[in-house]
């Protein structure tokens, strides 16, 4: 993931301390809170952009502020000309950047993210540049609890609809995301979960979770090939040849008795 620029609002007054000549800026950040019918978003957030920072996904910056007694998630604005995204054209996307789709889909498997579109990932058709964001309904979406998150994702996707899944039609980068995955530290998972333990997470689900995301690191390959005939572009293994029937010996005749 190649290093991003991101939007300011202010240039403020020089530092005057060191020999680095800083300056203080605003920089531009899009912030979200959580309401009454979506109270995970902001714990959703963290969580999200604390992974996918971890395994190098283009995903902007965040942090939490507070504004008026509530937390907030703000993202760095990566949107340098301030016009409204265009939607991003998927089958573009997919066909040149095959093996970076496959660590954004591996994600959104990781977290259970059911809200892949087309716009809420940025392509500049330019520079090439991939954005993901937008994770409010991720891992935990609405009201959402994680005890039946895990009993109804222990083994599926975690979505049914995802715009690259409909488009992606080669396995390239899917071994070297896979092994990525599996390589991020446990401690990084157990972190993440304990920072959004601090801002609201039940705390006596710490552990569960942090079990249940680890599991899903562990298997993502074997998560998506056990699912691969959702995906409709990707080639189908061939199914199996039928057993051959179980021989059956001539049944030997009972031996005569006299009488």
Same mark, same amino acid.
């Given at each position: 993931?190649? =290093?991003?620029?991101?939007?300011?609002?202010?240039?403020?007054?020089?530092?005057? *301390?060191?020999? /680095?000549?800083?300056?203080?800026?605003?920089?531009?950040?899009?912030?979200?809170?959580?309401?009454?019918?979506?109270?995970?978003?902001?714990? +959703?957030?963290? %969580?999200?952009?604390?992974?996918?920072?971890?395994?190098?996904?283009?995903?902007?910056?965040? =942090?939490?502020?507070?504004?008026?007694?509530?937390?907030?998630?703000?993202?760095?604005?990566?949107?340098?000309?301030?016009?409204?995204?265009?939607?991003?054209?998927?089958?573009?996307?997919?066909?040149? +950047?095959?093996?970076?789709?496959?660590?954004?889909?591996?994600?959104?498997?990781?977290?259970?993210?059911?809200?892949?579109?087309?716009? +809420?990932?940025?392509? *500049?058709?330019?520079?090439?540049?991939?954005?993901?964001?937008?994770? /409010?309904?991720?891992?935990?979406?609405?009201?959402?609890?994680? *005890?039946?998150?895990?009993?109804?994702?222990?083994?599926?996707?975690? &979505?049914?609809?995802?715009? %690259?899944?409909?488009?992606?039609?080669?396995?390239?980068?899917?071994?070297?995301?896979?092994?990525?995955?599996?390589?991020?530290?446990?401690?990084?998972?157990?972190?993440?979960?304990?920072?959004?333990?601090?801002?609201?997470?039940?705390?006596?689900?710490?552990?569960?979770?942090? *079990?249940?995301?680890?599991?899903?690191? @562990? @298997?993502?390959? /074997?998560?998506?090939? +056990? @699912?691969?005939?959702? &995906?409709?572009?990707?080639?189908?293994?061939?199914?199996?040849?039928?057993?051959?029937?179980?021989?059956?010996?001539?049944?030997?005749?009972?031996?005569?008795?006299?009488?």
């Amino acid at each position: 993931m190649s =290093a991003s620029k991101y939007k300011i609002w202010a240039v403020g007054s020089p530092l005057n *301390d060191g020999v /680095s000549d800083s300056v203080h800026v605003g920089l531009a950040t899009v912030a979200k809170k959580a309401n009454a019918d979506e109270p995970n978003i902001v714990r +959703n957030e963290v %969580l999200c952009n604390l992974l996918a920072r971890g395994l190098f996904l283009p995903c902007p910056p965040g =942090a939490l502020i507070e504004n008026g007694g509530e937390d907030y998630f703000c993202s760095l604005n990566f949107n340098l000309v301030g016009q409204s995204l265009p939607p991003t054209p998927i089958g573009t996307l997919v066909a040149t +950047n095959t093996e970076l789709c496959w660590g954004i889909l591996m994600f959104d498997v990781l977290v259970m993210n059911p809200d892949r579109h087309k716009r +809420n990932l940025a392509y *500049d058709r330019t520079t090439g540049r991939v954005q993901i964001f937008d994770h /409010s309904r991720a891992f935990l979406p609405l009201k959402t609890t994680i *005890d039946p998150m895990i009993a109804l994702n222990s083994g599926g996707l975690g &979505f049914t609809f995802h715009c %690259l899944k409909a488009e992606i039609s080669s396995m390239s980068g899917f071994e070297y995301w896979a092994a990525r995955f599996k390589a991020l530290p446990d401690y990084f998972i157990e972190q993440a979960v304990a920072e959004i333990c601090a801002i609201g997470y039940p705390a006596d689900k710490r552990t569960v979770t942090i *079990d249940f995301l680890k599991h899903r690191r @562990n @298997n993502i390959d /074997s998560i998506i090939k +056990n @699912n691969i005939g959702q &995906f409709p572009k990707l080639p189908q293994p061939a199914p199996l040849p039928p057993l051959p029937p179980i021989p059956i010996s001539n049944p030997v005749a009972p031996p005569q008795t006299g009488r």
